[in-house]
């Protein structure tokens, strides 16, 4: 058993992931706790995760909150059968060895709300921690393709999970 737990978004969950504040490079993925962000967090494609104490451990995303605007142009959202997602670990707990454990129970989170859907995320490409824990879980790199971000272009990559036999 998990454990980690998934809940729809709530208002409250909403504003505490949305100040959270990740280190250098990673603070790409900072929100600025504006009614915007908080609104996006309550779109209805956000859940967030408790640990078994009860505490705010992180978030996932589905469908098109999960997407990169660059991945239109690059093809990747074609696919109807592919799940987009994204998701956040509570910056106190990135880089600690908690990210695969986490992302397991994300996985079997999915596969119970959306049976039968092929799982697809998106990564920053200078994010090679968390490429390495997603290809551990058995996620593979499809394609590399560029996106806006504030007045730059970064590197993106979508990846695709393939389940293993066990």
């Known amino acids: 058993m998990s454990r980690y737990r998934f809940y729809p978004m709530t208002k409250d ?20 706790s504006s009614e915007d962000s908080i609104l996006e967090l309550m779109n209805g494609e956000y859940y967030y995760a408790l640990d ?10 589905v469908g098109e909150s ?3 605007p660059g991945g239109y142009a690059a093809g990747i959202y074609r696919d ?5 997602i994204g998701l956040g670990l509570k910056p106190d707990f990135t880089g600690k060895g908690r990210g695969q454990e986490f992302l397991t129970a994300v996985l079997s989170f999915l596969n ?20 390495k824990v997603y290809e ?8 590399h393709f560029r996106s806006k971000y ?3 272009e970064l590197e993106f990559i979508s990846m695709s999970y393939v389940k293993k036999n066990v």
């Not at 992931?17 to 990673?26: A, D, G, R, V």
């Not at 109807?80 to 987009?84: N, Q, S």
């Not at 119970?112 to 490429?131: D, G, K, S, T, W």
């Not at 551990?136 to 394609?143: D, S, Y």
Request: hydrophobic share 40%; glycine share 4%.
């Open 112 to 131: 119970n709300q959306f049976i039968n859907r092929h799982i697809q995320l998106v990564v920053a490409a200078f994010n090679e921690r968390a490429i």
């Open 136 to 143: 551990r879980i058995g996620f593979v790199k499809e394609t």
């Open 52 to 61: 078994e104490h009860d505490d705010l451990i992180g978030f996932i995303c």
């Open 66 to 68: 999960g997407r990169v």
């Open 13 to 32: 969950r909403a504003l505490q992931i949305s100040k959270w504040q990740y280190e250098y490079p990673y603070s790409m993925y900072d929100m600025d």
């Open 80 to 84: 109807l059968r592919k799940l987009d």
């Open 150 to 152: 504030e007045e730059k």
